[in-house]
């Protein structure tokens, strides 16, 4: 749990979703899509625990999903600056969409391939030290944990983001331009880290 919250933590895609829904539409839609993404997030670490060999192999796969990734932070970090430079503008286009804040938060997560190495690399490290078994109560208990840790790290970005309005005054002009920098930054650091990789 603890692993978990502070991996969520960092500017990321999703904690700044949660965070721009939890400003745009407020916090219950934000809590649905933290839960949506952090369903996928347990489910993946579930199939990488009892599947480690195959999820190594996968490298190609997951190269294109990272691409991927950085296409959607850049499309959101756009229409967030579309969003600030034009007075009609209020909502990010892409996050106001219809979906439910549920299953956007459900695709969102399916397509970010960052936590796949992450829960990948501490599995092993807790599976090398022993304390990790490869037993269904510890599995159980574990993914537990990285639920409850992830849920409570977009927490602080959900309500975070409801007192920074607050602060501002409601000032969304500035709060898009905030958010589609964070998102810009995010999309080329990502990029960078891809292609130091190669």
Excluded: C
């Excluded at 090398?128 to 790290?153: M, Q």
Aim: glycine share 8%; proline share 4%; hydrophobic share 55%.
């Amino acid at each position: 749990m603890f692993i978990s919250f502070l991996g969520t933590l960092p500017l990321g895609t999703l904690n700044v979703a949660a965070m721009q829904i939890s400003v745009s539409d407020g916090i219950s839609p934000a809590i649905y899509f933290s839960i949506g993404a952090l369903l996928v997030e347990i489910i993946y670490v579930r199939i990488s625990l009892v599947a480690m060999d195959w999820v190594q192999r996968q490298q190609r796969f997951f190269n294109f999903l990272q691409w991927f990734t950085v296409l959607i932070i850049a499309a959101l970090a756009v229409s967030n600056f579309v969003a600030a430079a034009s007075p009609h503008a209020q909502k990010n286009v892409i996050l106001s969409h219809t979906i439910p804040r549920f299953w956007l938060g459900v695709a969102m997560s399916a397509i970010n391939p960052a936590q796949i190495p992450f829960w990948f690399g501490w599995s092993t490290a807790l599976f090398t030290k022993k304390i990790l078994l490869p037993r269904n109560d510890h599995y159980n208990t574990y993914i537990a944990g990285i639920g409850i840790g992830t849920f409570l790290g977009n927490s602080v970005f959900i309500f975070g983001g409801q007192f920074i309005v607050t602060k501002l005054n409601a000032n969304q002009g500035l709060i898009s331009w905030i958010i589609g920098g964070v998102f810009a930054v995010t999309a080329i650091i990502m990029s960078w880290r891809i292609l130091r990789k190669k």
